[in-house]
């Protein structure tokens, strides 16, 4: 017998609901919702702690080269600095080769036709960040580059 259940948690950062489906042959329909309604809940508060790390003045969340979860990271700007104004001191923008979607190919459509492959893009690696150019990926404002003559 197969139990196909749902469970739905509210979005922190939009508040609609985020849907969790499972499908789960031979197993307890209890356990299977309780697990779906974790996984709903999980994904929800995600995009909560994004907003709240947004919202937090000195710290920053950046996502480093690996490009893995669970390896970011916050960087604290010293005192008497400020932040870049393109980067908001994260060191990170969004890839401008790729437009923050990692592969090159066929960046109009969320998912890849059946069997094509992904071209990650060679600018940011598939990342969908890149080096900010303005401030050299440090987060602070660089002082004025040039001389008088």
């Known amino acids: 017998m197969r139990y196909l259940l749902q469970a739905t948690a509210p979005c922190g950062q939009c508040g ?5 489906h499972a499908i789960g042959p031979g197993i307890d329909p209890h ?4 697990v ?6 999980a994904s929800s508060t995600v995009w909560l702690t994004a907003r709240l790390y947004r919202q937090a003045g000195g710290s920053v969340p ?3 080269s690996r ?3 669970g390896w970011d990271s916050t960087r604290k700007i010293p005192e008497g600095q400020t932040a870049c104004a393109l980067c908001g001191g994260s060191g ?5 080769t790729c437009d923050g979607k990692g592969r090159v190919n066929r960046i109009d459509r969320l998912v890849l036709p059946k069997g094509e492959n992904p071209v990650h893009c060679l600018s940011c ?5 890149a080096l900010c150019g303005r401030c050299l990926g440090t987060g602070i404002k660089r002082a004025p580059i040039g001389f008088r003559v």
């Open 67 to 69: 490009g893995i979860p």
């Open 92 to 96: 990170k923008i969004c890839c401008p």
């Open 62 to 64: 950046v996502q480093t």
């Open 16 to 20: 609609k609901a985020i849907v969790c």
């Open 125 to 129: 690696r598939g990342t969908t960040l």
């Open 36 to 41: 779906c309604g974790a996984v709903a809940l």
């Open 31 to 34: 356990t299977l919702k309780q």
